[in-house]
């Protein structure tokens, strides 16, 4: 009796998992869907868009974008995280996902609630000022920095996120006191540092990329651990051939609902990978602000978790956290 109830019950296991595997080997026999967690015509969309197009030839189903912004990507985020794990739905993740769940406005984490598909490419934020300022280096605004304590005021684009993280480090490492001030958009923080109402700025030099053409604008450092690959940024110094070891990188992704299927996730990871390391894709990545920097599942998962325990250091280490929790409350 014992013998037969063991063997009704691996037959069970067996009718359970088989539905799952036939799923995964006609993956995909229909339609899927990309969120984009930001407004349409932003870099993350137009970047949805190209590997929308392309991953659908190579997976031989049309991915259509939907566009879910709002609440610092939140939205989005939040129906990824719940969407069905069959494979037909992916998203647009980028590094801002990892700050939200520190400071407590998440409703998930999606450093670990979400499941990874591939890194797309990153590019580091730079620091710089107007170009009439009076600094030609970092080394030169951090005297003047140090000479004037609280005098000197930078633009970001969100308090606790990516583009604060650079010169609060850099205020902890050089001793200095400065002061953030923030704008809800990089037009508004190009516009005011143009203006002479803010003295330097912390961004992604995609969007300085103009205005550096231009003579506008002067870039006194990248937080990167090489020089940019940009012809027109490679003349940019990154903060450590100044003597701080300062990093702070945009990086943007593709994932998905948590529980697919091991040959879904492999399906998806082959064929981004593909894509990815094509000179074509590489050079469209580019040519939409990134420098190419394909990940594969695995190693784009690991990267989520690292990034969020090195960021929850850094917004402990500089005070951040308090900054964003007083700006909330």
Not at 45 to 67: H, M, S, T, Y
Not at 296 to 321: C, H, M, P, S, Y
Request: glycine share 10%; hydrophobic share 40%.
């Amino acid at each position: 009796m014992i013998e037969r109830r063991r063997a009704l019950a691996g037959a069970a296991a067996l009718l359970s998992v088989a539905p799952r595997v036939a799923m995964a080997q006609a993956y995909p026999s229909r339609p899927m869907r990309l969120i984009v967690p930001f407004a349409p015509g932003g870099s993350t969309d137009i970047i949805g868009r190209f590997l929308a197009r392309e991953a659908g030839q190579l997976l031989g189903q049309p991915i259509v974008v939907e566009n879910r912004p709002g609440a610092g990507a939140m939205i989005g985020l939040n129906e990824l995280v719940q969407a069905r794990p069959d494979g037909y739905t992916i998203g647009m993740t980028n590094s801002g996902m990892v700050f939200q769940p520190l400071y407590g406005h998440a409703r998930f984490n999606y450093a670990t609630e979400l499941q990874a598909i591939a890194q797309v490419g990153e590019i580091p934020f730079v620091f710089a000022v107007k170009a009439d300022a009076p600094w030609r280096t970092l080394t030169e605004l951090v005297e003047w920095s140090r000479a004037r304590p609280g005098q000197l005021m930078y633009g970001i684009t969100g308090y606790g996120n990516t583009s604060h993280i650079g010169p609060e480090k850099l205020r902890l490492a050089a001793n200095l006191q400065i002061e953030a001030v923030n704008f809800p958009g990089g037009g508004p923080l190009i516009a005011s540092l143009l203006g002479g109402h803010i003295h330097a700025i912390s961004n992604n030099p995609v969007d300085l990329r103009d205005q550096i053409r231009n003579g506008n604008v002067r870039v006194l450092c990248a937080f990167a651990e090489n020089r940019l690959e940009d012809p027109s940024l490679r003349d940019i110094p990154t903060a450590r051939e100044f003597g701080y070891d300062i990093v702070v990188t945009l990086w943007q992704g593709v994932g998905a609902p948590r529980g697919m299927p091991e040959q879904i996730i492999q399906r998806l990871d082959t064929a981004f990978g593909e894509l990815l390391n094509t000179p074509a894709a590489q050079a469209a990545v580019r040519e939409y602000g990134l420098q190419p920097r394909y990940l594969n599942a695995a190693a784009f998962q690991r990267k989520w978790v690292e990034d969020q325990q090195r960021q929850l250091q850094t917004i402990t280490e500089t005070g951040i956290i308090e900054v964003v929790r007083r700006q909330t409350r």
